[in-house]
């Protein structure tokens, strides 16, 4: 049985229901993200709200929302109270992670709750994509150096591109060059099995398939999310820039209005905090900023969705029913994208970067070895190549 006693759907149904909702309702750039695997699908009971649904993750009693509720907007709080509601008896909290203005807005009269900007998200109007490319110069170096490298972008069905072996190699090379393990949650990398409702663009370079990007739409803004660009291990440089440039040239002519690349955490293009941040938090986000970048390269993400001059940048949320932001809360989000335990993933991460790290000195030195002149093994050795000079 599901909550409130309602039999539970199998996941084909469940899926097709939260994907109609989606289609009909989505408005956060995140709301199509909520089909991915390992989110949980909260409905309100039969009888009262129709047309709803809240995704979610659980970590340590915190259900870390994906974004925001799905459902019109008239309804949104009727449904935050909702699912508020059930949490509280099933003693759990809520974090709404990854919200927007919206939901944000529509908050503002429920009891104080702790809001904490992570970061912005870069948005254009797809229409106006050429001109953009027109004024980035950089941009079109990127797009010749691809294009001069033989490689060739086209849109594939979700039929052909689901489970491909050709993008399942891609997806397993890019995943090796990660320095962190897999994360989930809203960076969910596997999707290749739920592509239903999705774009998917691949490039090709003498035939072999070099890499691919995943878009996931956002309805109710007439709009995409970029969702996963992955790259292979021939990809050359330029290669993301091209499928990008594909993907928006491509739902502009279908009369898309909005398209964004997802989340820059802690980018500089942020807003300052709407409320007062505990002190905590301010220093905990500048270690991570100042210390991350072996792990999650957070400038140079900010940096390449900023090199495509976005029209605006708007700024992403946590939200939280309490009075400040706590650590618990915190550590709960960690859970939801690490799916386990937040420290063993981070002793995980730092022995892989150790290793990595001893394999690239091993490299260097062996290159150094193969560069390095003869040693001359006895001294009549060493007068006869001084003579020989």
Request: hydrophobic content about 45%; glycine content about 8%.
């Amino acid at each position: 049985m599901g909550p409130h006693g309602r039999p539970l759907e199998t996941e084909g149904s469940e899926l097709a229901a939260v994907r109609h909702l989606v289609l009909r309702h989505g408005w956060n750039a995140t709301s199509f993200q909520i089909v991915n695997p390992g989110i949980e699908h909260w409905f309100p009971p039969a009888g009262s709200i129709a047309d709803s649904v809240v995704g979610f993750v659980r970590w340590r009693r915190v259900r870390v929302v994906a974004g925001a509720p799905v459902c019109a907007p008239d309804r949104m709080d009727e449904v935050v109270r909702a699912f508020e509601r059930d949490a509280t008896r099933c003693g759990e909290r809520v974090c709404y992670f990854g919200a927007e203005e919206r939901l944000r807005t529509s908050l503002a009269h429920h009891p104080p709750r702790a809001t904490v900007v992570l970061g912005a998200q870069p948005a254009w109007n797809p229409a106006c994509w050429p001109a953009m490319i027109g004024r980035r110069a950089s941009v079109r170096a990127q797009l010749h150096r691809a294009r001069n490298k033989g490689v060739e972008v086209e849109a594939w069905s979700a039929e052909m591109a689901t489970a491909h072996p050709d993008l399942e190699r891609c997806l397993s090379e890019w995943l090796a060059t990660r320095g962190l393990p897999p994360l989930h949650f809203l960076v969910e990398p596997n999707t290749l099995h739920r592509l239903a409702g999705r774009r998917v663009f691949v490039a090709r370079r003498r035939e072999r398939v070099v890499a691919f990007l995943v878009a996931s739409p956002i309805p109710r803004r007439a709009g995409w999310l970029i969702e996963q660009i992955v790259r292979g291990h021939d990809a050359p440089n330029g290669t993301a820039e091209l499928l990008i440039d594909a993907a928006v040239r491509a739902v502009a002519e279908e009369g898309s209005s909005y398209m964004t690349l997802g989340l820059a955490p802690l980018s500089r293009h942020a807003p300052r905090a709407v409320d007062a941040e505990p002190r905590w938090l301010r220093l905990t986000l500048a270690w991570i900023r100042a210390h991350g970048r072996r792990f999650y390269n957070f400038d140079g993400l900010d940096a390449f969705k900023s090199k495509f001059d976005p029209e605006r940048w708007e700024p992403v949320y946590a939200i939280t029913p309490e009075a400040a932001f706590s650590p618990s809360t915190l550590y709960a989000v960690a859970g939801a994208f690490t799916g386990g335990s937040p420290l063993v993933l981070g002793i995980r991460a730092v022995a892989r970067a150790a290793y990595q790290e001893a394999r690239w000195l091993g490299a260097r030195a062996r290159r150094e070895l193969t560069r390095a002149p003869a040693t001359p093994t006895h001294p009549r050795d060493g007068a006869t190549a001084a003579r020989g000079r």
